[in-house]
């Protein structure tokens, strides 16, 4: 599967962006979706993922709450939706996909396609 990263932007403190992630090929819901983000000089971090059914997994404290994952199996694309953005959302973030699982979790193992990255940038 091929991974389309697309969304990121400027935007100023509080802001809202919404990242989206194409796939391509006929199994994308057969995949669990994760999003990563990664900021200089830091380690890429997994931020939230997404099972098959939709159950979804928010694994940085900091985007509970202002973080939304979402997928339309049907356009075979899993979204990010982030409101209240923070400078610290600063980072590139990359979607990724596993097959081989059918529900989320925060684990970072078994991602074995990953989009180009789409570089989000919060002004303060």
């Known amino acids: 599967v091929q991974l389309q990263a697309s969304g990121g932007g400027l935007v100023q403190a509080g802001g809202s962006l919404r990242l989206s992630c194409a796939a391509s090929?006929?199994?994308?819901?057969?995949?669990?979706m994760g999003w990563f983000r990664q900021a200089p000089g830091t380690e890429r971090e997994v931020v939230a993922a997404i099972g098959w059914g939709g159950d979804k997994a928010y694994c940085e404290d900091s985007v509970k709450g202002r973080f939304t994952i979402s997928r339309d199996n049907a356009k075979n694309t899993v979204y990010l939706q982030m409101s209240s953005l923070k400078p610290e959302d600063t980072a590139i973030y990359y979607c990724a996909a596993k097959a081989g699982y059918s529900l989320s979790s925060c684990s970072t193992m078994g991602y074995d396609y990953w989009g180009q990255g789409t570089l989000v940038t919060v002004s303060s």
């Open positions: 090929g006929r199994t994308f819901s057969s995949y669990v």
